[in-house]
């Protein structure tokens, strides 16, 4: 389940059901319709919340509908006890939903969970949790259908991911595990065993390039004894370790020239013999690559060499590996941005590697992409490695998609690399849409109001609400007659890059004199800068002298819906519980209560809305309830200590409390 609307509905559905049952009893829940006891009837509290439906034992029992409109929630299904139970609706803020069966207040049984971002899982439930059968669906089109355990994948199921790639298998705590099939997204077929997500044990691995390896594999490489046909139908059949030739093995090019005997790291190592397509035969003992010893001289001599070591020298042996790189590091090719493709030649045998080539091709539709087909490499000298780089010239007419290229290594004396494929997704230009969200006031006289002469710190949250990344964001303020801004704050902001959804948040502090009237516009603005002008906005703050003002500034989301169509504003600068909470005249004089809010626990750190929680609930006792301040003992991030204080110990049974 997406995590953060998981514990979302968890804390929400906690501090409701816990509400709901020390208060339905009580004195502050009024029954204003029918039988609250015992039969159906309607249940107000004096924060809004409501509950409508059966009863027993002055506990919601049955069918019933229970709101909560300053959370969000509404459920409408079945109770025991105060608890949901059975089958239910629950809904909450931004559209996440659960429908399906329940059990102590929690999901349980057969059910259907939506996300706000559009995560859709269909299934079994356990205690909250993925258990049992089911299907989960993500908003970019990745779908998984089978096996959950604990929210995780487990047992047998199909993956199907955006890119392409399909796995159908076993799982085991979210990853492939045991047998199973997995066609990438390159094009590329596995079939075999999977440890860890990796390719594990036995197994064949088809290439998109048309190679094909069969044998086994470790931590996701060939490793032991296997069989590798390259496309042009190079064959080498023996050991490999971490992906390479190593141990024992017989290498035979597809020209015609194969060696038999010891490798290392991908190279000749040890005892070993050539066969040369001319009919010669050479034994010798190779070192990385390069003859070492010569142990049969006369067969050195008929290949026209003066000594052993040169007449045994090796074709040389090129292999190419290909890699794609980008300024963002998402390995993504935006529009406007440019990418690169490098090279990285190896060549692992005896005789130079001469006048080296590349050509490159694209495979799919390349508009909008500049970039050289050919590429002069030169000489890479035997046991050397060198690097060369494409560059990806990406302008506004890049399309969204998936770009794959074929890159062809050629050596002047026919001693070609196997080619090799990358492919990379592209992004298709989306402008950014740089909004104020978000706006806080603190005024010297905490009235909410802009009053002459006071300091007001104001703090403004500058989103970006396009689908596109907002590239080198700066905020300017200016103020306008008789709007002053404070002596040592801050005028200029250099943001940075924002990417689409993301926010900042800027402070600073300004005053007016006694020359603009009451209700009257203060004319101060923002102007909000990107690297690229057209992309340029200013913005009124939207402020008046002596009127009131909110905590949280409403604006108007223009078009744009965000990344993936479901950006949201971001407007988390002001906690507007307290405002929220009815006046009353009831008096709680001699009633005594113990507040505590702590923000770290043993699992879970940093639950910053736990200290907010808390100081509601103390505003709660204070303003609704009638408790006096003094009655009300309230502890933030309370240690073991604290509790001792308040509630004494086996060595002080005299608390501050008693």
Wanted: hydrophobic letters at 30%; aromatic letters at 12%.
């Amino acid at each position: 389940m997406d995590l953060r609307w998981k514990m979302l509905f968890a804390r929400r559905c906690f501090c409701l059901l816990i509400v709901f049952s020390l208060l339905a009893t009580s004195a502050f829940a009024a029954c204003i319709e029918g039988d609250c006891f015992n039969g159906s009837g309607t249940v107000a509290f004096p924060d809004g919340r409501k509950y409508e439906g059966e009863f027993r034992d002055n506990a919601a029992y049955g069918q019933g509908t229970y709101t909560s409109p300053a959370q969000g929630i509404k459920y409408i299904g079945g109770f025991v006890n105060g608890i949901f139970s059975g089958q239910g609706t629950l809904s909450a803020p931004y559209g996440a939903k659960y429908e399906g069966e329940f059990k102590n207040g929690m999901f349980n049984g057969k059910g259907s969970f939506v996300s706000p971002k559009g995560t859709r899982y269909y299934g079994e439930f356990v205690d909250d949790n993925y258990n049992g059968q089911g299907t989960l669906v993500y908003p970019d089109g990745t779908k998984y259908v089978g096996g959950f355990k604990d929210d995780l994948y487990n047992g047998h199921g199909t993956l199907n991911s955006s890119d392409g790639s399909k796995y159908t298998g076993s799982f085991r705590d979210g990853r492939y595990n045991g047998q199973g099939s997995l066609v990438s997204y390159d094009k590329s077929e596995y079939a075999g065993t999977f440890k860890d997500g990796k390719y594990n044990g036995q197994g064949t691995l088809k290439g998109r390039d048309g190679s094909k390896y069969t044998g086994t594999f470790r931590d996701g490489q060939y490793g032991g004894r296997g069989t590798l046909i390259y496309y042009n139908g190079t064959k080498y059949v023996g050991s490999f370790v971490d992906g390479m030739f190593s141990g024992q093995g017989t290498l035979t090019y597809y020209h015609g020239l194969k060696y038999t005997g010891g490798f290392k790291n991908g190279e000749y190592d040890g005892k070993g013999t050539i066969y040369y397509v001319s009919g010669k035969v050479g034994q010798g003992i190779w070192k990385k690559g390069r003859l070492f010893i010569s142990t049969k001289e006369k067969t050195a001599r008929e290949a026209g060499g003066a000594g052993g070591a040169e007449a045994l020298s090796a074709p040389p042996d090129i292999s190419v590996s290909v890699s794609f790189s980008e300024p963002s590091g998402n390995n993504i090719l935006d529009a406007d941005e440019t990418g690169w493709i490098i090279l990285t030649v190896r060549n692992s045998g005896k005789g130079d590697a001469l006048e080296l080539r590349a050509e490159i091709e694209s495979d799919g539709d390349s508009t909008g992409l500049k970039y050289s087909r050919n590429l002069r490499l030169k000489t890479v000298p035997a046991g050397q490695t060198k690097r060369w780089k494409f560059k990806l010239s990406a302008d506004r007419l890049l399309r969204a998609g998936q770009l794959s290229f074929t890159i062809k290594t050629l050596e002047k004396n026919g001693f070609d690399a196997d080619p090799v494929r990358i492919s990379f997704r592209t992004k298709a230009f989306e402008p950014p849409d740089l909004v104020i969200a978000d706006m806080v006031l603190e005024d010297q006289n905490k009235n909410s109001r802009v009053e002459p002469l006071e300091n007001v710190e104001i703090t403004v949250r500058v989103q970006n609400m396009g689908r596109g990344d907002a590239k080198g964001v700066a905020v300017d303020v200016h103020n306008g007659k008789n709007v002053f801004i404070g002596g040592d704050s801050v005028r200029h902001f250099k943001i940075g890059n924002l990417e689409a959804g993301g926010y900042r948040d800027i402070s600073f502090i300004f005053y007016t004199n006694k020359r603009i009237g009451d209700k009257e516009p203060i004319p101060l603005k923002l102007k909000i800068t990107e690297q690229r002008p057209e992309f340029n906005v200013e913005k009124t703050l939207g402020l008046a002298m002596n009127a009131s003002h909110r905590n949280i500034m409403e604006v108007m989301i223009r078009g744009s819906e965000g990344p993936g169509g479901d950006a949201r504003l971001s407007t988390g600068l002001g906690v507007d519980v307290e405002r929220n909470l009815p006046k009353t005249r009831m008096r709680n004089t001699d009633a005594i209560a113990v507040v505590i809010g702590n923000r770290d626990y043993k699992n879970t750190k940093n639950v910053d809305y736990a200290i907010n929680d808390a100081e509601s609930i103390k505003m709660y006792l204070t303003d609704v309830l009638g408790y006096r301040e003094g009655n009300v003992f309230y502890l933030a991030n309370a240690t073991k200590g604290d509790f001792d204080l308040l509630f004494g110990s086996k060595d002080n049974h005299k608390g501050k409390l008693f």
